[in-house]
């Protein structure tokens, strides 16, 4: 596995100015399509483009285009629909997986409660997009789902990781690419990313 964490400029202010504590749902929400939109056009670097004929103003000519199929984009509900728009602004195109996961209160572990995968996701890269990278439960969870739906090509964006859920990645998926916009210090007893953003979901949707 490759861990990037950006070093565009941009990204690192858009997530120091998030980490304000007194900040709005609306600079909140921005500042998230923002930092998805940075992180996606980091994340598809490797796609892959193959030399076309095209008809342009001045006569024929050979020139790049996507050859493969989009990519899937891959919101885990809820606070991944908070970069859709972001990502979907680089990769319009793209086709979305859902997956909704909910903790099972006796065991702790993730338990899927939604999934609509696309069926050509075998043939695609599939890009999860989720705010925080805590534990790691829930995006190892979610790459299990790809993985068992066929997909063999995944990469996942995180506005913010916590070592401890990137080292739970690295030990069970390798070979995912993780593109972060910021790595943190450390998780604390309640699983809340130290210093992080809070809880991003509730400060997405406004329902703190
Ligand atoms: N989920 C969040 O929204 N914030 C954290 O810090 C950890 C998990």
């Known amino acids: 596995m490759s ?24 600079s909140f929400r921005e500042l998230t399509r923002e930092i998805a939109s940075l992180l996606t056009m980091e994340a598809t670097t490797q796609l892959s483009v193959e030399n076309k004929p095209l008809t342009c103003w001045s ?29 979907l602004s680089i990769l319009p195109c793209a086709k979305i997986s859902v997956v909704g996961l909910k903790r099972d209160e006796e065991t702790l572990q993730p338990i899927s409660y939604y999934q609509n995968i696309v069926s050509d996701v075998n043939e695609r890269q599939a890009i999860i997009i989720d705010p925080m990278l805590a534990t790691g439960g829930t995006a190892l969870a979610t790459i299990d789902l790809l993985k068992s739906s066929g997909c063999t090509n995944i990469t996942a964006i995180f506005l913010v990781a916590a070592p401890e859920g990137i080292a739970v990645l690295q030990d069970s998926h390798p070979e995912v690419d993780l593109f972060i916009g910021a790595i943190d210090e450390k998780l604390n007893e309640q699983g809340y990313i130290l210093p992080g953003l809070g809880d991003a979901g509730d400060k997405i949707f406004g329902t703190l």
């Not at 964490?5 to 709005?24: E, G, T």
């Not at 790049?64 to 991944?80: C, F, M, Y």
């Open 3 to 26: 861990v990037f964490a950006s070093n565009h400029p941009l990204v690192k202010h858009k997530v120091s100015l998030l980490r304000d504590a007194q900040i709005s749902v609306k």
């Open 59 to 87: 006569g024929m000519i050979s020139a790049p285009v996507l050859s493969d199929k989009q990519p899937t984009l891959v919101p885990i509900l809820r606070a991944g629909l908070g970069m859709l728009d972001g990502a």
